[in-house]
T-cell receptor
Framework: GQSLEQPSEVTAVEGAIVQINCTYQ??????LSWYQQHDGGAPTFLSY????GLEETGRFSSFLSRSDSYGYLLLQELQMKDSASYFC???????????FGPGTRLSVLP | DADVTQTPRNRITKTGKRIMLECSQTKGHDRMYWYRQDPGLGLRLIYYSFDVKDINKGEISDGYSVSRQAQAKFSLSLESAIPNQTALYFCATEDKNIQYFGAGTRLSVL
């Protein structure tokens, strides 16, 4: 079976840095992705880690440690528009299936 | 126009009715997925298809069926709707480990 854990809620202020952690237990592992979803909207892709280490895309970075079954999403220079839910997703069985975590609701305060 | 289009966007139906949710895509991707989203549970996979002749059950396929009519079309059916199928349903395509979601269908079963 597969299970992913994320904090349910995180709050931070504009301009700050926030880290959203994701731990997983899966029967097979290919990579870890992150998606953003605004209220009433569809999930949109943020980043993908297929190998250990850090991937950087603008203000967002994502990290993966396969040995620890752990990853995180780092959001820098927070803006009000970053208020959304963030989901980690494991790709297992060599890219045949996506399993999503329960999501972390990020609130950015002025 | 959206690359992944879901119809209808909203649907209210009664217990026992058969309904179909439709998904079409212009991205040319072979892989397509159906998810349902419930508060606090993230996205759960119902069915997925890697091409027209390949249909696979996901985590929560009971009570649902699908049809892949063409590369561009993947429909989800509820043969006899029940209230606990009230949820937000998303269709997605996938290419190179990135999923692209439609805007979703909000279904209420009374």
């Amino acid at each position: 079976g597969q299970s992913l854990e994320q904090p349910s809620e995180v709050t931070a202020v504009e301009g700050a840095i926030v880290q959203i952690n994701c731990t997983y237990q899966t029967s097979g592992f290919y990579g870890l992705s992150w998606y953003q979803q605004h209220d009433g909207g569809a999930p949109t892709f943020l980043s993908y880690n297929g190998l250990d280490g850090l991937e950087e895309t603008g203000r967002f970075s994502s990290f993966l440690s396969r040995s620890d079954s752990y990853g995180y999403l780092l959001l820098q220079e927070l803006q009000m528009k970053d208020s959304a839910s963030y989901f980690c997703a494991v790709i297992d069985n060599y890219g045949q299936n996506f399993v999503f975590g329960p999501g972390t609701r990020l609130s950015v305060l002025p | 126009d959206a690359d992944v289009t879901q119809t209808p966007r909203n649907r209210i139906t009664k217990t026992g009715k058969r309904i179909m949710l439709e998904c079409s895509q212009t991205k040319g991707h072979d892989r397509m997925y159906w998810y349902r989203q419930d508060p606090g549970l993230g996205l759960r996979l119902i069915y997925y298809s890697f091409d027209v002749k390949d249909i696979n059950k996901g985590e929560i396929s009971d009570g649902y069926s699908v049809s892949r009519q063409a590369q561009a079309k993947f429909s989800l059916s509820l043969e006899s709707a029940i209230p606990n199928q009230t949820a937000l349903y998303f269709c997605a395509t996938e290419d190179k480990n990135i999923q692209y979601f439609g805007a979703g269908t909000r279904l209420s079963v009374l």
